[in-house]
């Protein structure tokens, strides 16, 4: 049976364990792009702290309109910086996929999955294990699938409809760079609001993104949830209910997890195959070191 330190095969490349770094914003991203030394080693510490998958914060992959805080991955000139990210994780065993994420600013779609196979041309060559592309938060990509989106332009589709672009982006992303860079899908269990996307709906985006090439589905609830109770592990019954009809892919789960006891748990009884955690690992970054500690005086006793 797996736990929550039980090594993991992906694609042919080996996580450490089953704990994966939330893309939350570090706040060291500056308005230039580039990922400077602070921010690389702000990630380091992780790595070293025994984090086995790495999710950066959001990388652009194209120029933003307004200046902003963020990094960048739309030119060549970002790849030293990012390099000297990937090499960091690496350095002690952890294996680290870039978050890319494009403004919601109207691009046409045919430009869309352009640049996200740049973008994936330049993760590889800067040495992420993998990508994950976005529909569960703010972005171009998460505004084409919301049905909430489409309801407020007067559009009625469906989400099998919705998804295309998404899908379009994945299969090209397959067929050019095949098992050398995980595809990774962040998306919404449900977004448990009035017109927004229902449980019914993300099974069915699961089901055909895994069909066309992602090999892990970071499955969340965002956070157009305001009345919804939060306790310890409140999404994962959503989580579980994905994971079931997407057994072929790896499947990540959050969600207030940060009692090693309770991570352990969610590993051990099959909901989900890795947990990620946000808070925890921001506020202290050696989390990974101390739940193997607790986990350890747990089982001696």
């Given at each position: 049976?797996?736990?929550l ?5 992906v ?12 893309p939350?914003?570090?706040g060291?991203?500056g ?21 086995g ?21 739309w030119h ?21 996929a870039?978050l ?6 109207g691009?046409?779609?045919?430009s869309?999955?352009?640049l ?10 800067a040495?992420a ?5 976005s ?19 007067g ?29 990774g ?9 009035p ?16 069909a066309?090439?992602v ?8 956070r157009?949830?305001?009345d919804?109770?939060r306790?310890?592990g409140w999404t994962?019954?959503?989580?579980a ?13 959050s ?32 989390w990974?070191?101390?739940?193997r ?6 089982s001696?006793?």
């Amino acid at each position: 049976m797996a736990d929550l330190f039980t090594p993991l095969q992906v694609a042919g490349r080996q996580l450490a364990n089953r704990i994966v770094m939330a893309p939350a914003p570090s706040g060291l991203a500056g308005r230039d792009g580039f990922c400077h030394a602070a921010l690389v080693s702000y990630y380091e510490r992780r790595a070293r702290a025994g984090v086995g998958l790495i999710v950066t914060e959001l990388l652009l992959i194209c120029e933003p309109s307004e200046p902003v805080a963020h990094l960048g991955i739309w030119h060549d000139s970002f790849l030293p910086g990012l390099r000297r990210l990937s090499a960091a994780a690496h350095a002690f065993g952890s294996r680290i996929a870039f978050l890319l994420e494009a403004p919601a600013v109207g691009i046409p779609v045919t430009s869309l999955v352009e640049l996200y196979l740049q973008a994936a041309w330049r993760a590889l060559a800067a040495g992420a294990d993998g990508v994950f592309l976005s529909i569960a938060d703010d972005g171009a990509l998460a505004q084409l699938v919301s049905p909430r989106h489409a309801l407020s332009n007067g559009a009625h589709s469906s989400a099998n409809d919705r998804i295309q672009p998404v899908l379009a982006i994945v299969e090209q992303m397959r067929q050019r760079f095949g098992r050398r860079l995980w595809i990774g899908l962040r998306m919404p269990a449900a977004e448990l609001i009035p017109g927004g996307l229902r449980h019914q709906d993300a099974r069915l985006i699961a089901r055909r993104a895994v069909a066309a090439g992602v090999q892990m589905l970071d499955v969340t609830v965002n956070r157009y949830t305001p009345d919804v109770a939060r306790f310890p592990g409140w999404t994962i019954p959503l989580v579980a209910g994905i994971r079931r009809i997407a057994s072929e892919a790896v499947v990540i789960g959050s969600g207030q997890l940060s009692d090693p006891l309770l991570a352990d748990a969610v590993i051990q009884d099959g909901s989900v195959d890795l947990v990620m955690l946000c808070t925890a690992l921001r506020m202290v970054p050696e989390w990974p070191q101390l739940a193997r500690r607790s986990l350890l005086s747990v089982s001696v006793e």
